[in-house]
Each structure stands twice: as C-alpha cells, then as structure tokens.
C-alpha cells in the first residue's frame, strides 16, 4: 500500500462478553490514537449493529486517562456485542458490497474485531472478500473468551480473570461447606461455563493450596461422562468427608453427546451459531445423587458473574487484554489482514509471554480442548500441568476504582440508549 | 460476683455463615485474652458440638497476629456451624445439667454466642437456667447474620458485607445483560437470600449510581407477590428497555403465604428449627415470564456466595464484626448475662455507630422486617430511606492476603479434620 495519510479506524467486540474485553478496546483505541489515525469508531453490537449503520466515535466515549482506566475496568461488552455469522460471500455478495462502501464511505483504514472462535469466521470472510475485491483495509482479530479454546494462542484474554474468579468462589464455597455438619453427608455441585472444553472447569482447582483441598473431584467435557460412575464416585467421596464439592462444566455429556443438562431440562434456547444453551446440569446431577444417596445436596451455578465479575479481575489478564489490543491495532496499521494476534508464552515462571499474529484461516471455527494428558487418567481431575499452566494468567490484581463502596464503571451521558 | 482470678472462655459460633462471622471469633479471642481470660476454648458446631465435647483451645489456632488477620479474612464459620435448637428447660433438664457440668469441668467465666435469631434463643436459655441454678457464668450473644433480621440492632454484622457483595454483583449482571441484543428483549431475574426479611435483596439497589439505573424492580418477601401483576409489570418495563434485571427474594410468597418456589420445585428441605430451604423462585418466574410474555430470560441465584464472598467484603463490617465480638467478650467479663450487643447508630453521613448490650429475651426468636415505608408504594423498589441506611454498612475493603493470585484463608494442620 502507498503511503499516505492515516484516516480512520473501525474496532467491534461480538461473542460472550468478559472482563477483560474491553481493556482491549482501550487497547486498540490507544495504540490507534499513538499512531495517528482520526477517528477510532466503535461498531454497536458487532457487525450485526454495523450492518444496520450504528456505530459511535470512541472518542465521545474515551476523554481522558481516567475514562481509559474505567473502562480497563468495565465488565461485559463497552461497545454492545452479537452472535451473528456472515453468510458465506457467495451466499450473499450483496451484504459483503454493503459492509465494504460503509467501510470505504467511513475512510476506515483498519478494522479490528475482539472476539473468539465465531469471531474471528467474521474477520476471515471480511479479509477473504477485501482480497478478491482489491480493498486495502486491513482486518485483523484480537483474541477474547473466558473459554480460552481458541486455536494457536497460548491463552485468550478473559481466561485469567473468569479462572481467577472461579478458583477464589470455589474456594469459598468449599470453606463454606466446612461449615455445617449434615447427617447424611453433603454434596455441593457446581456448574461453571464451557460446552466444550473443560479450561474453566478445570480452573476450579486453582482453590486448592495449604489452607484447601480444591474440589473433590472436577468433571470435563473432554472426557465422556456416565452417571452412574459418578454416583459410585460421590458415595466413595463421601466415606471419607461429610462435605464433599464437585466442579462440572455445563457441556458434559454421556459417550452418545446427549448433554446432562438435557436430561432434565424442559427449555431450550439455540443461538445462531446453532450452539445449545445449557444449564441445569449441576440441578439435575444434584436430584439424581439425593436420590440415590439420599444425602444432602446443594447446586450452584457461577452462571453469568463468571464472565462478568471484573471486581476480581487478575491483574496479568487486564494487562495482556490491553497489549493484546495494541498488538492487534499495531498489526493492522503494519499491514496485515486476515490475521489474529496470539499469545506466546516463554516460560511458566517467571510467567513471560509476548504477541505474534497468525493467519486467521488457521484458527477461525477450530477448537482447542483441555489436552488429555492434562486431565487425570480416571477423568475426574485435572494434573499439575493444567495448574502451572494456569496459575500465571490468575496473578494480581485490578483495583476497582470503587465509589460510594460499589466499583465505578465507564458511562457517559446517553451511552445506555446507544445499545 | 466476688472478685477472684480470671479464668477460661468459651464461645461458638451457630446459624448460617457469613463473611464476617470469623472477624468477631477474632475479636471476641484477642479481647478475652487483652483482659487476663486464660484458655479462650471453640465449641466445634456450636452448642450441638459442645454436647458431643467438641471443642479446641483457640491458642493452638491464632497463633500470632497475622492468624488473627487472616481469620478476619476467612469466610464461613471457622469453629463450624450448627443449626441446633436446645429444648425448652422443662423439657430436658438433664441436657442442661450436662452443659453446665461441662462449662463447669472447664471453668468457664464467659460463655460467647456468635450467631442471629436462633443462636440467641439458645443465650437466652442458658442464662435462665444459669439465674436459676445460681451459676455465676456470663451468656453474652454476638450479633451474626447476613439476613439482618435481628431486633434492637441497626443492623448485623455479616450483613455488610452480604450487601457489597449483592450490589457489586448485580451491577455486574446488569452491565452483562446491556451487551447483548435480543429481538425479544430479555429479562434477567435474581434471586436473592432472605426467607422473610427483603434487607438483602434491598441491597441490589446499591448497583444505582451515576454509571448504572440499578434493577428495574425489587420483589421483596415484606409484601405479597401475586405472579399476574409481576408478568404485567415485565411486561411493562420490556417496553421501555430491551434488557431487565429484576431481584427476587428467595421467600416472596402469595397473599395466602405460599411461597413462589414452592410452585415450581420438587424437592424440600426442612431444617430443625422448621425452616423450609427455598430455591428455584427466580428460575419458576422465569419460566412463567418466558411462557406468558415469550421474551428470553436468565435466572440467577446468588446463592452461596452472598454469604461466602470474603473476596469482596465491607471494611466497615468486618472491623465491627470484630468490634462486636470484643464488645461481647468485655460484656461478659465486666458481668453482662443474658444480652447481647446491638449497633447503634448514631448517624448516617459521617457515620457513626457504637454498641451497647440489650437483653437477649427481647431479641431471640423476634424478626426485624424492612419497615413499609422503606417501601416504595407500590411495593417493587426501596426508598432512598433504605439506600441510606445501606450504603455506609458496604464502604471500604479488607484486602484479602493474597496468595499465587487466590486470597488465603486460616488453616492450621489437621483443621479439617475436626470438623
């Protein structure tokens, strides 16, 4: 591309919203600042908002350092998000012409999306069809999931703080459990996000340490689940302790792919990825062993606050959400499109990582799952490994800038009414 | 009492956990132990454990002042917990006899009760049997529960910090909800804990601020839920907002008492003082909303972890559920029996508060409801009476000694294993 003047860039967040995401708006809307461009525009709801011409000037919304350090600190998506997939090019050409002379009337140079797997489908169609049509805008996919299952990156922003979150909640219910004797014995289950890869499941066991034993037993989806061993598993765990606690993932399954939660579930809800909503795994598993235990039972779902409880964000997460923005809004100015920023990591610890970028083509719709040999033998916890892995991306913290003893968050004026 | 040398304490810890419930075990050891008490004993789950002779010296736990300093920062009941109702005197004397042959054996001057409603039921037992034996040991209560149901106090400690934890986390699911865009709107309902008194689930109106409108509605248990006027009102707000967020008590019932989870749910749990356990309120209205209105909905219990949450504590709660705890120890050693220590306060902005003892017979057994007028008209939101009242018992933190990225609690070897 020929020199010439910087004009204009386009940032949008899309997929399930986390704590750390929008450091990584703040991020890219730095770097772009730093590197001259004009206007930084934020896409409402993703594409899909962008589609229907709704997008705003970050700058309205960024004024000064203080608002950036709000909004490092601002759970859920800043910006709106979607779950919306592209039709294929040749499905729909004409959506493509649509986005492409918004974009070209925008004077937009670089487009940045924050998202995970459907995500980054989004950035590789969009540089797929620039490349056939000539456009010299650069897309270019900044990672993020509480998930942490994408392709080719070390780890995603978003991962450390929800994993921060779940081994600190854990930690407490299990002392919680401690605390009441029952008869009969007492079997916490506890649900937590991930159809299907176990990664936040497995960070449950991050509670464990001198003053905890961590979850008696962790169940993955990455290994078939059968109800029955796990029944036998809670009456053997219960032999030895009177309060017993168990971390699954939403997303197990027998070795038919029938989903627990669909065995007691009577609602349904299917996103546009085609993905199942899932809930209810730990209430059914919880009526299942008073039956045939007949001890006490408590289920507890972490449901939404894990995604969204930036009050317990880790330090090294928000930071790298931040770099891992500048890195993608770094890339895109640099020229590259059709590419993701990933996360290297050098060593465990010290923890040091930096960034790269890789071709999004490799990444887009592919899934990276807890490896096997991470997970224990008998399938019902995870190994050292998974812990030196994790246990970095779960250091320090974000003090929340709190007022009036409630964490302030970024707003301006009218900024609900935009969503 | 004729003046003679100092000699042992007991104290125990009963009824549900709180956040703050350790802070006054510390306080109550360190204030004993400041004013010449020998052995400071832990009755291991409360009464219900004395009587099986299960108790530690405390000594052999708070060894030096960081121990006290991480007990403070321990949620959950530390010495366990017991939901024990003692039978009335005429009931089983021999009971009594037992109990004070024990206290007696183990020369105990002061005898300390951390627990709310139920606990003080058992003070005041205690020290009548006491009056009439002619035993010159003191029963001193010391307030505890999340509820802050108890008579005569401003408030409870435990309470505080409950309700940092609700508006911190409520805010949170609220910004989450604000990210996405459903076609049909959705409505997000929490259920909150609080069997007949809504000052938790008050609480959620500390996420109102300048960054956030708060809920849309409060459902408190002080007023009768009728499910047709609750479909009307979603029915309502979803036309003003695409994203509502309603709190829910988990004891809202019907005008003739039944209680809305009990509509929904299958199983029940009734616990020795014959409290029924509720669950699935918000998940039942969820149902009935998405099956009469046809918007998406979440339903999300806070569950645990209102009570658990040390993570995000009120410093103002726990220094007075350390403040209280010691105000109960100097009750008793200066010849206090048969009270316990309330808060009051003095006033709102700045606040101050003191304490001072009341008579327990005018306490135990009594329930102190959020005042109608606390109430807005129409019974689905708090005045700004109650906000004010709120927001003092939530300012400041406790920063939890952090450990490898997870906040520590206090466990000395072989801890568990008492329990």
């Known amino acids: 591309m020929a020199k010439r003047k910087k004009r204009n860039v386009i940032v949008g967040q899309s997929g399930g919203p986390t704590a750390a995401i929008n450091s990584s708006l703040a991020g890219v809307y730095r770097t772009a600042k730093d590197r001259g461009y004009n206007t930084v525009y934020g896409m409402l709801h993703g594409i899909q908002g962008f589609l229907e011409g709704r997008f705003i000037d970050l700058s309205d919304h960024i004024k000064t350092g203080l608002d950036a350090e709000l909004l490092k600190r601002t759970p859920s998506a800043y910006l709106g998000t979607c779950r919306y997939k592209l039709p294929d090019i040749y499905e729909n ?21 924050i998202g995970g797997n459907d995500s980054m489908d989004t950035i590789k169609k969009l540089s797929d069809y620039g490349i056939v049509t ?44 401690w605390s009441l004797e029952t008869p009969t014995g007492q079997i916490t289950i506890i649900e937590i996000m991930g159809r299907d890869a176990g990664w936040l499941t497995g960070s449950s066991a991050l509670s464990k340490g001198e003053d905890c ?61 085609g993905h199942k909503q899932l809930t209810g ?86 899934e990276r799952l807890v490896p096997r040999n991470w997970i224990t033998k008998d399938g019902t916890y995870v190994t050292n490994r998974f812990i030196t892995y ?23 004026p009218g900024y609900q009414e935009l969503l």
């Not at 650069?138 to 994993?163: E, Q």
């Not at 008696?216 to 765990?237: G, K, M, N, Q």
Request: charged letters at 30%.
């Open 390 to 412: 994790v246990k970095p991306l779960i250091q320090g913290d974000v003090a929340p800038i709190v007022v009036d003893g409630i964490p302030r968050h970024l707003y301006v």
């Open 281 to 366: 795994t730990a209430r059914y598993l919880c009526e299942i062993v008073s039956e045939k235990i007949g001890c006490k039972t408590r289920a507890i779902e972490l449901s939404t606050l894990q995604r969204a409880a930036s009050h317990c964000a880790s330090r090294v997460d928000i930071l790298e959400a931040y770099e891992v923005g500048g890195a993608a809004m770094m890339a895109a100015d640099e020229g590259d499109s059709g590419k993701m920023v990933v996360i290297n990591r050098l060593s465990d610890d010290p923890y040091q990582a930096g960034t790269e970028v890789k071709d999004v083509h490799k990444i887009a719709n592919d």
């Open 213 to 273: 034993d961590g979850p008696d037993a962790i169940y993955l989806p990455e290994i078939d689940f059968d109800i029955d061993t796990f029944v036998e598993h809670c009456r053997d765990l219960l032999k030895k302790k009177s309060s017993i606690v168990i971390t699954v993932s939403e997303g197990i399954h027998d070795a038919n792919g029938t989903y627990i939660s669909e065995m007691g579930n009577r609602i349904e809800y299917i996103d546009a990825f």
């Open 134 to 177: 000539g456009s010299e805008i650069r897309f270019v996919g900044c990672p993020k999931t509480i998930d942490n299952d994408l392709a080719l990156t070390d780890h995603t922003p978003g991962y450390g703080s929800a994993a921060k979150y779940i081994g600190t909640s854990v930690k407490e219910i299990i002392r919680d459990g």
């Open 93 to 113: 050409k004409e959506m493509y012409e649509q986005i492409f002379e918004t974009l070209d009337k925008l004077e937009i140079d670089c487009f940045i999306y």
